[in-house]
């Protein structure tokens, strides 16, 4: 399994905070990253690693919970 199978599959679930896979130089796994945001079958944030089209419709736990805190009141 190549690795970028590795990390899609990983993925598929949702989006996750960090990514680990074992057996993997460190170098190249950051590069690998790098080229799938670029082919945009990712997205990367600050908060999570996500398959690109669920970049918007799942929200990590932490993503979340700072939209709900920082969520304006709404007018009655």
Known sequence: ???????????????IRQLTLE?????ELATTLQHMAARR???????????YWHRHMILSPMAALV???TA???AA
């Open 41 to 51: 079958q990712i997205c990367i944030r600050p908060d999570q690693i996500s398959l």
């Open 72 to 74: 304006p009141p709404v």
């Open 23 to 27: 057996g993997v130089d460190v170098d």
């Open 1 to 15: 399994m190549t690795l970028e199978s590795r990390i899609l599959q990983q993925l598929g679930a949702g989006p």
């Open 67 to 69: 939209r709900k805190v």
